[in-house]
């Protein structure tokens, strides 16, 4: 079959159409409200990120993730693998907190506390710091390669490389002591598995915040794929208000725009120019926007610049800008049936995961049959079973513990631990003997019920199954 250059040219014209060439976009600097909440949400999610690792809880780190030996240290409290059901418990808290916020105020995660957002500010001021704003960047980008244009280009990777390797080495100190991975990285130290993840974690910092940026909520987040099935009419999001604004248009300040037939929108894009995802909000609800609100805090600026009222962008809903509702009724609809529902079912679940948490019972221990030999006769005519007991204390203390057996009736138990004493957050590998008169065994196999009780606290207890073999 013969190409004609019209199938060519079509072609082409669909690989464009299908492929779009990203366009850098360069974020204008804007202060006001929701820019200052973005600044205090950095300092806050940052001061946290970095500073845990450093605090000291009992002569250890607080808050340490500690793999090798399975255990989670988070201040006074220490997890275990038995523990798992809590962070499941966590993971559905976080959902369902998701899911309300999201209902009552659109993207306030992605806004105001994503790591993508909090990361891409950071390293947006230091491009601001070093390059200058809006327009110097834009024409320093467009400047041919000179001395003076790599060196600051220079200082710029520089300050963005030392960002996202101290977030990489903190990143490693929640699950290795940070103190002594920092001893360790003075003297050039550091475990293999250390050092891939603070350079994993590290460049994927820096090409993130550094390069990707926007693209990241664009394509590769799926939370901005999903977000619209957890919007509805009365979900609070950013807005702007066509009927007051339209139609838009440039004018000098101190004229009347009625007069011009104009609207309160004066068209100067800089909405579009403070935007991180370069949307234009004038077009609507798009999926691109993370609800930072620097479109907002632009807008009234310019507003307070021509003598307009504020509001032209605002934080607000479908109904309120269709229906014009007051502020009474707009509380109502802000506190409908599907936010209640999230509220309430978020409570009893923090509820939940409190009591569990407030009554549980730090002591897990596992029986484990000896299968070299189901059972034996003893010199004294009685039938004995070997086990071994698995104990785990899984307190910041020492305990000493009694094991009882029920089942058969006088059955007598052996340790060879005698007390039973298992320091703090350890195990101890016991074995147990268990001897009973064949006469007490009905049938040939038994269920037996090991307890065991903590000797100073009897609310300290745990019960296991097990079987005796008769013969």
């Known amino acids: 079959m013969t190409r004609t250059p019209a199938d060519a040219s079509a072609r082409q014209d669909m690989e464009q159409a299908l492929y779009a060439v990203r366009q850098k976009i360069y974020p204008r600097a804007v202060t006001g409200l929701y820019a200052n909440l973005r600044w205090a949400a950095v300092f806050l999610t940052q001061a946290l990120y970095y500073g845990l690792p450093w605090l000291s809880w009992d002569g250890r780190q607080a808050v340490l993730f500690d793999l090798v030996n399975r255990k989670f240290y988070i201040f006074g409290l220490v997890l275990w693998p038995q523990d798992f059901i809590f962070l499941t418990g966590l993971l559905v808290i976080a959902a369902l907190s998701l899911f309300l916020f999201t209902a ?101 910092t820096y090409g993130n915040a550094g390069f990707m940026r926007e693209q990241v909520c664009k394509y590769m987040c799926p939370y901005a794929r999903f977000q619209g099935v957890m919007f509805d009419p009365d979900t609070l999001i950013i807005t702007y208000d066509a009927t007051r604004g339209e139609p838009r248009g440039p004018r000098r300040k101190g004229e009347d725009p009625r007069a011009k037939g104009l609207g309160d929108c004066v068209d100067c894009s800089i909405c579009v120019q403070v935007c991180p995802t370069g949307i234009d909000i004038r077009n609507g609800l798009q999926y691109e926007c993370i609800g930072c609100g620097a479109c907002i805090d632009a807008c009234n600026q310019v507003m307070d610049k021509m003598g307009y009222p504020r509001g032209l962008i605002r934080y607000s809903t479908e109904n309120v800008m269709k229906h014009k509702y007051s502020d009474r009724e707009i509380l109502r609809h802000v506190l409908r049936p599907r936010v209640i529902v999230y509220g309430v079912i978020l409570l009893v679940a923090v509820g939940l995961l409190v009591t569990a948490l407030a009554l549980r019972i730090p002591l897990q221990f596992d029986v484990i049959r000896d299968r070299n030999a189901l059972a034996r006769e003893t010199a004294e005519g009685l039938v004995e079973n070997s086990y071994r007991l698995n104990v785990i204390n899984m307190d910041d203390r020492d305990h000493t513990y009694r094991l009882t057996v029920s089942g058969i009736e006088g059955a007598q138990v052996e340790l060879d631990a005698v007390p039973l004493t298992v320091p703090a957050l350890s195990s101890r590998l016991v074995a147990v003997r268990v001897k009973a008169d064949p006469a007490a065994v009905p049938g040939r196999t038994v269920r037996l019920e090991f307890r065991l009780m903590d000797e100073q606290d009897p609310r300290v207890l745990r019960v296991q199954k097990s079987t005796f073999f008769a013969r």
């Open 104 to 204: 009552v105020a659109g993207r306030l995660w992605c806004g105001y506390a994503c790591p993508q957002t909090v990361y891409t500010e950071i390293f947006l001021w230091l491009e601001r710091v070093i390059e200058g704003d809006r327009p110097k960047r834009m024409k320093l980008d467009q400047e041919p390669m000179s001395p003076r244009k790599f060196a600051i280009k220079f200082a710029k990777h520089a300050a963005w490389i030392a960002v996202a390797f101290w977030t990489g080495f903190t990143f490693v100190g929640y699950f290795t002591p940070i103190k002594t991975l920092a001893t360790e990285l003075v003297h050039f130290n550091v475990g293999p598995w250390e050092t891939f993840w603070i350079i994993f974690y590290g460049f994927a």
